[in-house]
């Protein structure tokens, strides 16, 4: 069974950083692609970061690039989104979602950042930016 659980969420003032971590259990972590999500409420949920498994490659909303860092320790199962320079218009829920393997990265209508191309999804975790 595929898990997922992110943590490191909380308050933080503008300009401050975060780092959130995503545990995942239930595939082996080669083949895969995980992505970050977030929804802030009234707004979809948008795609924010993913890593590819399998060649490393990282994605980057606008939004988000050049402020955010997305990392993966293969031997601890984890991915990690460190957000630096938190401005409040990123206070969302945010979540991490898993394409386990086989990764689906390679089909013509893959998208990294597109909710389609993830099939399991943790619980989210709270982030304010907030003086």
């Known amino acids: 069974e595929v898990q997922l659980v992110e943590s490191g969420g909380g308050l933080v003032q503008p300009g401050g950083s975060l780092r959130l971590s995503c545990a995942a259990s239930g595939f082996t972590f080669d083949d895969y692609a995980i992505g970050w999500f977030r929804q802030a409420p009234g707004k979809e949920r948008e795609g924010i970061s993913s890593?590819?498994?399998?060649?490393?490659?990282?994605y980057y909303a606008d939004s988000v690039k050049g402020r955010f860092t997305i990392s993966s320790d293969n031997a601890k199962n984890t991915v990690y989104l460190q957000m630096n320079s938190l401005k409040p218009e990123d206070s969302a829920i945010y979540y991490c979602?898993?394409?386990?393997?086989?990764?689906?990265?390679?089909?013509?209508?893959?998208?990294?950042?597109?909710?389609?191309?993830?099939?399991?999804w943790g619980q989210g975790t709270q982030v304010t930016v907030s003086s």
């Open positions: 979602a898993a394409d386990p393997p086989p990764s689906k990265f390679g089909y013509s209508w893959y998208r990294p950042l597109a909710i389609p191309s993830y099939d399991y």
């Open positions: 890593i590819i498994g399998k060649n490393g490659n990282t």
